[in-house]
């Protein structure tokens, strides 16, 4: 009898050992899935901005709006140097405000004039007609000078402004408002960049194609709702006034009267956005990989389809889930300027969301993605202007065939051409191409752009 005892005691205490490891395994699991969680979250709050007009001209005149704030008066002279690929994304776009105006004279000057600097990427926002009036005075003075930084640089501005007896200098860096100097007098203020270069730089967070559909599937959106909204709303403002009004090349309102089918109003929809926005329209929209067309790309088609295919407002905002962060997911490989068009990347991601939006599988989705990159990769960017309306049609057009081969089995294979193994191997590769591969490309682009 002692012995049964014995052995039934053990039993219990072995139960409870293993129910306790159980629970502790089951807690460590849920705030590893809550850290995951959040690092998502992390990259839609620092990602989905405001932004009026062209980022890389505005990324100018957010400079100069510092530079100004920092002199404490009008320049009387300034001097902007850009990097290559600023220099290429700022030649043939329209600052907005500004009536049709273009270049980096155009874009420093009205950001010095009219600027609202705490505004970041929104810093043309409130521009008036008198602040107008000034900095085409100002322009005609000649008071700025370009010059050019490192011309196989990425992103690289760096803005002198000269009054009042003093010299300002904003330098920025990596991303459009990454401010990592700020001087005033040859002396670096506190909490500029540089002054700050001690310290250690925070971990960036790292995805995964899976993590992000564990994410958009499992979150229950209260802290990611307002900010899709907000997506949602701004970007269908400037699509339809894009519809509306006479920009660029008007390709949204050129295919709208080819056709009405869900497919070539959700294609519509985004190049209208980017024929407002290539315009000079002075709407904000929410960017995406500090692009405003990208932001355009990975909503309004999911947007339009969701919305066509009665699939429900939580479903959307699920979908815009994949398509944001997966854009996002392919940009950190590529980098935020290169010679590879981001409208290529962005409509693999709008893809892989239709495809999830339709019902299809995970694997459906990963070759989705995989279609559209094996296809339209060699998109080159040359810089930003109104044909970036026509080649985010175009690279959607190849995204929505992907997605319809996806659904019905089809998918490119690993190792024909740069396709990969999966969604994560492609990924990687065309980051390897748009990187290492593309940049003698960037070069040339340039080159040609300014012969």
């Known amino acids: 009898i002692l012995v049964n005892i014995s052995s039934i ?30 690092l998502y979250r992390q990259v839609l ?45 700022v030649k043939s776009v329209a600052v907005p405000g500004t009536g049709g105006l273009r270049g980096i004279e155009t874009a420093a000057v009205i950001g010095a004039v009219g600027g609202d600097a705490a505004a970041g990427l929104n810093v043309l926002h409130g521009l008036e007609d008198t602040q ?111 519809i509306a009004g006479d920009f660029g090349l008007g390709v949204g309102r050129k295919l709208l009267e080819r056709s009405q089918d869900e497919f070539t109003r959700a294609r519509a929809k985004a190049a ?44 959307m905002l699920r979908a815009l889930l994949i398509s ?32 999830w939006l339709a019902g299809g599988s995970r694997g459906q989705c990963a070759a989705a993605l995989i279609n559209t990159l094996a296809a339209v990769s060699g998109m080159i960017c040359d810089g930003a202007k109104a044909s970036c309306a026509s080649k985010i049609a175009a690279a959607l057009d190849a995204g929505f065939l992907a997605h319809e081969l996806a659904m019905s089995g089809r998918r490119c294979q690993g190792g024909e051409g740069i396709a990969g193994t999966d969604a994560e191997n492609s990924i990687d590769k065309v980051g390897e191409l748009a990187a290492r591969g593309m940049s003698g490309t960037d070069r040339v682009i340039l080159e040609l752009m300014l012969s």
């Open 324 to 355: 944001n962060l997966t854009a996002l997911h392919i940009k950190k490989h590529i980098g935020k300027l290169s010679a590879y068009c981001g409208a290529s990347s962005a409509a693999a991601a709008v893809s892989a969301a239709t495809t």
């Open 45 to 89: 709050r620092q990602e989905l901005e405001l932004a009026t007009g062209c980022t890389e001209p505005i990324a100018i005149a957010y400079a100069a709006a510092l530079a100004r704030e920092t002199l404490g008066c009008e320049p009387e002279r300034l001097n902007a140097a850009c990097s290559g690929n600023i220099v290429k994304n």
């Open 9 to 38: 005691l053990l039993t219990l205490v072995c139960t409870a050992a293993i129910i306790e490891a159980e629970r502790g395994k089951n807690h460590a699991d849920r705030e590893g899935v809550m850290e995951e969680f959040e």
């Open 132 to 242: 107008l009036t000034r900095a085409k005075e100002l322009l005609a003075a000649g008071i700025c000078s370009v010059s050019l930084l490192d011309p196989s640089g990425v992103l690289h501005i760096r803005v002198e402004a000269e009054g009042g007896g003093h010299r300002a200098l904003v330098e920025i860096s990596g991303s459009h408002t990454n401010v990592c100097s700020r001087r005033l007098d040859g002396v670096e203020l506190a909490g500029s960049g540089r002054a700050q270069e001690d310290e250690e730089p925070a971990p960036e967070p790292e995805m995964s194609f899976a993590g992000i559909f564990d994410f958009a599937e499992g979150t229950d959106l209260s802290e990611e709702r307002e900010l899709l909204e907000r997506q949602i709303s701004c970007n269908s403002a400037i699509a339809d006034a894009g």
């Open 272 to 315: 209208a956005g980017s024929d407002a926005r290539m315009g000079g329209c002075l709407m904000s929209v929410v960017i995406n990989s500090g692009s405003g067309n990208q932001g355009l790309t990975v909503s309004l088609p999911v947007v339009e389809l969701a919305r066509a295919w009665d699939c429900g407002e939580e479903r």
